[in-house]
């Protein structure tokens, strides 16, 4: 068994920062992908930013250059570090971690709020 635990969100102002945090842990022998997506009401989640085992990230387009994402595979763990938020970055953002055998295991989700 595999437990996520996503933490970091909360509400901030436009302009302001948050880092989250998605530490793993349970019967884990190798994670290959680790990332971190976004959901808002009535729409599709949506990729974030995403890390592979070899260090390769991934971002999409609307958070380029104010988001970094980073891992600590000693801990099994993702990070998000949000700057410059924006009230569009809202939502509620939930953490992806793949293995490599493959399974697939959603974090429980945490609520980022942006107020301008």
């Known amino acids: 068994q595999v437990q996520l635990v996503e933490s970091g969100g909360g509400l901030v102002q436009a302009g302001g920062s948050l880092r989250l945090s998605c530490a793993a842990s349970?019967?884990?022998?190798?994670?290959?992908?680790m990332g971190w997506y976004r959901q808002t009401p009535g729409k599709q989640r949506e990729l974030v930013a995403s890390?592979?085992?070899?260090?390769?990230?991934v971002y999409a387009d609307s958070v380029k250059g104010r988001f970094t994402i980073s891992r600590d595979n000693a801990k099994n763990t993702v990070y998000l570090q949000m700057n410059s938020l924006k009230p569009e970055d809202t939502g509620v953002y939930y953490c992806?971690?793949?293995?490599?055998?493959?399974?697939?295991?959603w974090g429980q989700g945490t609520q980022v709020t942006v107020s301008s």
């Open positions: 992806l971690v793949v293995t490599t055998t493959p399974t697939s295991y």
């Open positions: 349970g019967r884990i022998f190798s994670i290959k992908y």
């Open positions: 890390i592979f085992s070899g260090g390769s990230t």
